[in-house]
Structures are given as structure tokens and as C-alpha cells.
């Protein structure tokens, strides 16, 4: 998720929280990209539910990270100025969660793994390469 449009605004608390008011550019899907990874069955495959139930084929329960996918398809949708203490929150939520599974990296090819599935739905693609 490009945050490109957080540094025009401010959420309606007047203050966007520090680390959303710096441009994040690290390989976020745009609207376009998240919306049709969305939709495939790998997308639906992959997390866990809030219940702690690991999601494995689609249909079966939607994954918290499929759910924070169409989430930040709505923050995409916004203008800065209309962001509030929520979105922001949300926000915040995705940066987290991208910071800390990246970390948890695992050894191989990570093309089609779960962990880079699951990155993806919260709109952050490990094999892209950044954008400048």
C-alpha cells in the first residue's frame, strides 16, 4: 500500500501518527494489483482467522490479512484530508504486521509460499523491488 497521499493531510485527531507522515515506499501493490490479487484462490489460501484458525483452501473462513487486503483497498480509495483516527490506525496495523513477517523471511525460493501470500494480502509483495 502506497502512503504517497498520507503526507498531503492530516487524520481529523490533526496529527498523523510519525511513521505514517513519512512516505513509505518499500513494494506496496496499488489498487489496481491488490484488487485482482485479492480475487485468486491463492489470496483466499493463506493466514489465519481472529479466531486462530488457519486458513488453507478458499471458502472456507476469510484470513484477518485477506480482510486487512480489502481494508487497505478503502484507505487507497480515500483522500489524505478524509483519513481519520481509524484509517490510520489500520494503517499503522499494516506496517507492523509487513515489519515483522519480514523478518521471518524463510530460506528458498518464497515465490509461491504461504509467507509471501499472506505479505501480499496486506498489500506488500517481497519480490518486487522497491519503487524510488
Known amino acids: ?6 503526507e498531503e493531510g492530516r487524520p481529523h485527531s490533526g496529527r498523523a501518527p510519525r ?6 515506499k518499500r ?3 496499488d489498487a489496481e494489483t491488490l484488487t485482482t490479487w485479492l480475487a485468486k ?9 481472529h479466531d486462530g484458525e ?8 476469510e484470513a484477518v490479512g485477506h480482510e486487512m487486503g480489502r481494508r487497505i483497498l478503502e484507505l487507497h480509495a480515500k483522500k489524505a ?3 481519520d483516527d481509524d484509517d490510520y490506525a489500520a494503517i499503522t496495523k499494516v506496517i507492523g504486521y509487513v515489519h515483522r513477517h519480514m523478518k521471518q523471511r524463510p530460506d528458498g525460493d ?3 509460499s504461504r509467507w509471501r501470500h499472506s505479505l501480499m494480502n496486506w498489500g506488500h ?6 519503487r524510488r
Do not use: F, N, W
Request: glycine residues 4%; charged residues 30%.
Open 19 to 24: 511513521h505514517c507522515s513519512r512516505v513509505q
Open 54 to 61: 488457519k486458513v488453507t483452501e478458499p471458502g472456507s473462513h
Open 27 to 29: 513494494r506496496e501493490h
Open 41 to 49: 484462490a491463492e489470496s483466499k489460501s493463506v493466514g489465519m482467522t
Open 1 to 6: 500500500m502506497s502512503h504517497d497521499h498520507i
Open 110 to 112: 518464497i515465490e509461491d
Open 81 to 83: 484530508a478524509d483519513l
Open 125 to 130: 509483495d517481497p519480490m518486487e523491488s522497491p
